[in-house]
């Protein structure tokens, strides 16, 4: 066999994993960029991520490569604050929704960037819209050119040290002055610190602060209240201590902070009055829905639905490329008796495939269900704006109405998601063996920066028990009162054709089912219902504190419901025809895998499924699932249309030439001829060390045993 000399020179053939990608790409059936256009929701949208993303890997100080991975924590706080000035200057000429693709991108390949100005322009500037006056809104926003990230920075002073999830226990407190129209912030003690406090430690001026509202004392819970907390020289106001929380698993890029207040005055029109308003007398008006005040993380929550599908894309390109490129072992696809046949590929293992095509399935069907609950937020909150502005009393109910199915499907998606992202992460990481656990392949760093999601704007569990009450009261009101449930939960009011005499009708009762997604998408609706007709049952004798993990997993059913449902939608309106087989395949995939094979039993438990079917599922539909994906893994991974610089791993890379490029990679950012560490002293002291008998002075020896017993 004849030997050519590549990037290094070798004396016999070595693996060519480039020509295995290649070669694969090469039969693609579709074209991955008209493909990408179902994953954004248009050739606009599309065209644009392309846009951006040049634009952000051209970019001398937004740029970034491996060396990303060996950065201390003050050389990230450092870069990332570099990176923040340069993203502002983008901002002046990005439309929101351009930027806010940005963002998006660039949250990929820099999350501690990405969440730094999102604390400042989405959650503090959400806070402002979500609870203060139209002129409030204006003040803070644009007059004081926060909007463009100038003039005044802000932070989200929510969490405290003993109280996240539990908003209404938080502690801090807000106590009217009326003599002097003012209110008093104080921290009361150690507990009600602000904690978490995304850009406290260092950058933000201002805090749209959490705090319970008392006038005349009484408490009239938690309300919304803009403290500053630094001067326009950035030193601190007086009664403001901040700190710096210190490292964190991840995102270390971030000075989250805590924050006490020692009675620190604000003006009264500095408390957000859209909905709560105070008078300069003292009197109180509270809101119509106590939850309107949390409409600033729902914008957080949509985007890390985005964020989910971005992730997803991310990790599953990198493992299946590597997939394609790695080859171990001779399984059963090679000739025992072919002495030169090559390995197998890792992608052509069944395990292989169940363990990584879910993951890439579930990026395209989270791509749908993100971009839908984006324009659902969108509009819901401009209809709610425009009630309050028109003081339209119908029209404020009706938008809160809107919320409360809106709470209920951002949260349970965004839980479930987070969720499924981290579960990638890892699986697509130990799918790549000793590989994956290189940080130069990006999976540890994505990790720990993600897991985060997890916990953060409400931890996933919780989340979970707040999605899964509420379902439950539709369904127990709907049995007391004959209650008809409106938006996305209107399934729910198929009640009694699903339970009572036909509580154990089955839904899916073969292959064929399992494989309509359609009637897939109707046996989620039928185990909501009788999840939560039976929960109800166990909270009229017991409680809801009883039933926790019921109502964890009937909101994980509820994302999965909304998530397939709106990507068949999307498909069956899809104008390129000859993609949409490809696209109902990885529904399918999904809905047999990431649905029916991880909640199996609690389709068995409520006679959803049959036994017979459940068979069929784990030894036919899976596997056959898996082998229509297979000839199209490297069309469908480049749709995602993801560069070398946001996929930032070298096994990963869009040539698929691994082993070069990792090994490159690694000789550029460890240089060879550093062949002595600043420790090496501390080996050499230790291997050439003198013997014992020497360090002791030979004073142990025959010899001076012979002297000195004399």
Known sequence: MVVTTKKNVSLSQGPDPKSSLQSERAKQKFDPQEMQYFLEGSKENAELIKSLTQQMERDPILWTDGSYYDLTKEELRKFTAVKINRVSRYLEFDSIQVFNRRLSLLGVFDPAVCTRIGVNLGLFISCIRGNGTYDQLKYWALDKETAQIKGIYGCFGMTELAHGSNVMGIETTATFDKDND??????????????????????????????????????????????????????????ISVGDIGAKMGRDGI?????????????????????????????????????LSYSALLGGRVMMVLDSYRMLARVSTIALRYAIGRRQFKGDNVDPDDEEALETQLIDYPLHQKRLFPYLAAAYIVSAGALKIEETIQDTLLVLDDAVDDNDEEGIMKAIDAMKSLFIDSGSLKSTCTWLAAEAIDECRQSCGGHGYSAYNGFGKAYNDWVVQCTWEGDNNVLGINIGKPLVKHVMAIEDDGKVVKGSSDFL????????????????????????????IKAIEVAIIRSCYVTGKTVREKSFDYVGAELVTISKLKAHHYLLSEFIRRVEIFDQADKKPYLYTLARLY???????????????????????????RSVVIPK??????????????????????INAPIGKYDGDIYENYFDLVKSLNSPANHKAPYSAALEGMLNRPSLTERERFEKTLEAGEILSK
């Open 625 to 646: 699932l898996c082998s229509e994906v297979r000839p199209n893994v490297v069309a469908l991974t480049d749709s995602f249309q993801q560069s070398d610089m946001m």
């Open 255 to 291: 000075d989250n902070g805590w924050i006490q207040f020692s009675s620190v005055r604000i003006p009264r029109f500095f408390m957000l009055q859209k909905f709560c308003k105070v008078s300069r007398t003292g009197d109180v008006i509270l809101p119509p829905l106590e939850q």
């Open 182 to 239: 003012e209110f008093i912030i104080n921290t009361p003690h150690i507990g009600a610190t602000k904690w978490w406090i995304g850009g406290a430690a260092h950058s933000s001026t201002h805090c749209a602060v959490y705090a319970r509202l008392i006038v005349d004392g009484e408490d009239y819970g938690v309300k919304t209240f803009i403290v500053p907390l630094r001067d326009s020289n950035h030193d601190l106001m007086p009664g």
């Open 591 to 617: 809905g047999a895998t990431i649905v029916l094979d991880k909640y199996a039993g609690t389709f068995l438990a409520y006679s959803i499924i049959s036994p017979k079917a459940v068979a069929d599922l």
């Open 493 to 520: 009011n198929q009640l009694k054709q699903y339970t009572g005499k036909n509580l154990e009708t089955p839904v899916l009762d073969n292959a064929s089912d399992i494989q309509d997604v359609k009637k897939l």
